[in-house]
């Protein structure tokens, strides 16, 4: 069974990377339309079209995180394969009808998953292993996963590839991944991860996943419109193009967020991975 590594950008799955071969290490980039989230540096946003073989305007994760995949491929000495689907802009204009949120996490599916699929359907179409950057005390979440397996060991998605004669979408399922957890299987925690990391040529973002993310709590989400204000107007924008029951976040808009005083300066060590929401990839 091909092997492959899901890099999210973050030091665990970058880890495995590392320490694990596979026959592919793949990474799905969020894009966005908005240049007022242009990536500053002109020559690897062309570095970066060029792997993706897509338009790059910007990015609604940390840019960094562009730095890190580049860093990360010269650590490893071995090709990472760029994929990314619809702009963020693309996913909340024609995807859900709402806003995702916590309920209908939505853009996980549409940013992560179906470029991810997509690149395997044309380059492999056969079950692959996926190994996943879940942690020696993050059984739950590798349990969770495992949850959906089905009654061949295995991960399905339904997508369309074809067209029915009458011209509609023709929707199918596909088995695609057998879910692995090295890091588990290994008895590997966060320490051992941030020990092998020290003094490495790879740079981290303080955080991964989209600076807006809703999973966030509200005084993470105001530190990081004080630290990418133009990348956290972009999610404050998309609520305001909407019914004002439409937010991100139950029961608060970013626009109260943005506008919130904190007591105490903040940074972002003061925060654990809890605050930090994640794709659940």
């Not at 309920?103 to 996980?108: A, E, I, K, S, V």
Request: proline share 4%.
């Amino acid at each position: 069974m091909i092997k492959i590594n899901s890099i999210s950008g973050g030091k665990t799955s970058a880890f495995i990377a590392a320490n694990y071969k596979a026959d592919y290490n793949l990474f799905s980039l969020v894009r966005t339309d908005d240049k007022n989230c242009l990536f500053p540096d002109p020559k690897i946003r062309q570095f970066v079209e060029d792997k993706l073989q897509k338009p790059f305007i910007g990015t609604l994760e940390m840019d960094t995180i562009i730095y890190t995949m580049i860093d990360l491929e010269q650590h490893i000495g071995q090709e990472i394969t760029w994929v990314s689907g619809i702009t963020f802009d693309e996913v909340v204009k024609t995807k859900g009808g709402w806003l995702p949120n916590k309920l209908h996490r939505y853009c996980t599916t549409n940013l992560k998953l179906v470029p991810m699929f997509e690149w395997w359907y044309k380059t492999i179409n056969e079950p692959v292993e996926m190994r996943i950057g879940f942690r020696a005390n993050e059984m739950r979440r590798s349990a969770k996963m495992q949850e959906k397996l089905n009654k061949n060991g295995l991960l399905e998605i339904k997508h369309t590839v074809k067209k029915h004669p009458n011209g509609r979408n023709k929707w199918e399922v596909f088995e695609w991944q057998k879910p692995k957890f090295p890091l588990i299987e290994d008895n590997i925690y966060k320490d051992t991860i941030e020990q092998y990391w020290l003094g490495k040529d790879v740079r981290f973002a303080e955080m991964n996943n989209c600076v807006g993310c809703f999973h966030r709590n509200e005084i993470l989400l105001k530190k990081m419109f004080e630290a990418h204000p133009n990348k956290m107007q972009w999610f404050l924008n998309q609520e305001n193009d909407r019914d004002q029951r439409d937010t991100w976040k139950t029961g608060i808009s970013y626009e109260k967020i943005k506008n919130h005083k904190l007591q105490h300066e903040i940074d972002f060590s003061d925060f654990s991975e809890c605050d930090s929401g994640t794709c659940g990839l």
